[in-house]
């Protein structure tokens, strides 16, 4: 097995993260510094990242979390934000978040103890669905609606055809059902934006097949058998 490969099948990091570790010289084989990712190496040679031990997990693992808002979904932050790793039990073993939710954003975030897992789920080619329940002030204007479902361009950014229903209409909010696929970086709020609408809540219902349900914020549930 490559080097890289072995980072991320021990769930220190995805593929791809583990070769920038290797760049750096942060990975060592038996005491050795790797200078290359496609090193080869077996369960026999141990592997360090910044001086720690890393061991290969063999089961996949994966468990939906339901982040709060005011989280941010890194590692560390450089204005010292808390993260959703800071508020996970103590028993849950080192783990991946599948994708982000911005720091004002809740609801649910899958998290995996496997790089490759989380970097497959993750990829545009999967054409995983994700579903959002978004409350706008105001009521919208249907036009709207149908203009968000012919897909847009915002700032050089194309985003493709995605489906927006109107769950709810009140005098004061209008609850929007977002369908994606691509997974952009703030896509349901740079499109609300552009449309002059004001976001009040935005909480990601589903991932895939995995879905949040009764799940309560900061609470975290293992789900078995993963598979796309």
């Not at 791809?16 to 750096?24: P, S, Y």
């Not at 939710?101 to 993750?122: C, P, Q, V």
């Not at 050089?156 to 005098?171: C, F, H, L, R, S």
């Amino acid at each position: 097995m490559r080097i890289a490969k072995f980072i991320s099948h021990s769930g220190y990091c995805s593929r791809r993260d583990a070769e920038k570790l290797i760049k750096n010289k942060r990975v060592c084989i038996n005491n050795a510094i790797c200078l290359k990712p496609n090193v080869n190496v077996t369960k026999s040679d141990k592997i360090f990242v910044d001086g720690k031990l890393i061991k290969l997990i063999e089961k996949i693992r994966l468990w939906k979390f339901y982040k709060p808002t005011n989280i941010i979904c890194t590692n560390k932050d450089s204005i010292q934000r808390k993260t959703i790793f800071e508020i996970l039990p103590k028993n849950i073993p080192r783990v991946i978040s599948i994708g982000r939710l911005d720091y004002m954003s809740e609801g649910l975030i899958l998290l995996t103890n496997n790089g490759d897992f989380a970097r497959k789920m993750e990829l545009p080619q999967s054409n995983i669905k994700r579903v959002y329940k978004v409350c706008i002030q105001g009521n919208i204007n249907k036009d709207i609606i149908n203009r968000i479902n012919l897909g847009i361009t915002i700032n050089g950014i194309n985003y493709k055809k995605i489906k927006v229903k109107i769950e709810t209409m009140k005098k004061e909010i209008s609850w929007l059902i977002f369908y994606l696929t691509e997974g952009k970086n703030r896509e349901i709020r740079n499109i609300c934006k552009f449309y002059k609408l004001k976001i009040n809540k935005l909480i990601r219902i589903q991932f895939g097949k995995y879905k949040i349900l009764d799940t309560k914020p900061g609470e975290i549930k293992e789900i078995y058998n993963p598979s796309l």
